[in-house]
């Protein structure tokens, strides 16, 4: 099998997975000193809160993403083998190490809330060591709620033994509409 991650620029500075890349602002993000505590509000309905242990919010404690914020935190694809879906699936979205540095976090763990109130809990480090992605497309089409979406927090599983196992299966929550750092 080839490289089963494709994209266009690699970004070191915030994931460490070769082969994991990403387009637009996360990398000058990831570089860039942190600033005043407070982020863009969404102009659409919002499709994530996070919340918990975060230094930078737009109100009430928490930080709220609609499709628009999401898509302007750069871009990273996986291709890879899952086990609920045949042969590779092309994910597109945001680098949950863009998400965290956009939130700055204090903790160390995230607890992901599904919509069908799944929840499990992923390590900070996972983001940059694995180069976790939260996809919002799949196959080139935004995912529908239906069909795992509208995100999906997913894991190279084709770059390492190590992630075709149950722990990183469980941590790769669909569905997901909440994220509270601890």
Avoid: C
Wanted: aromatic share 8%; net charge positive; charged share 20%.
């Amino acid at each position: 099998m080839t490289n089963p991650m494709v994209g266009r620029r690699a970004l070191p500075a915030l994931i460490g997975t070769a082969g994991v890349t990403t387009t637009g602002p996360a990398r000058a993000q990831a570089q860039a000193p942190r600033r005043a505590s407070s982020l863009p509000h969404p102009t659409q309905s919002p499709l994530l809160t996070i919340s918990g242990k975060i230094q930078a919010t737009n109100g009430d404690g928490v930080a709220k993403f609609d499709r628009p914020m999401l898509n302007t935190m750069g871009s990273a694809t996986i291709v890879t083998s899952t086990p609920w879906h045949d042969g590779p699936v092309r994910f597109d979205g945001v680098p949950m190490a863009a998400l965290m540095e956009a939130v700055r976090p204090t903790g160390d763990t995230v607890t992901a809330f599904a919509l069908n109130d799944y929840s499990v809990d992923l390590p900070l480090s996972d983001f940059t060591r694995f180069g976790v992605l939260l996809a919002t497309h799949k196959d080139g089409a935004p995912m529908r709620v239906r069909d795992q979406g509208p995100l999906f927090i997913i894991y190279p599983f084709d770059s390492a033994l190590e992630l075709r196992t149950r722990l990183y299966y469980d941590r790769s929550a669909w569905s997901v509409v909440q994220l509270i750092i601890r």
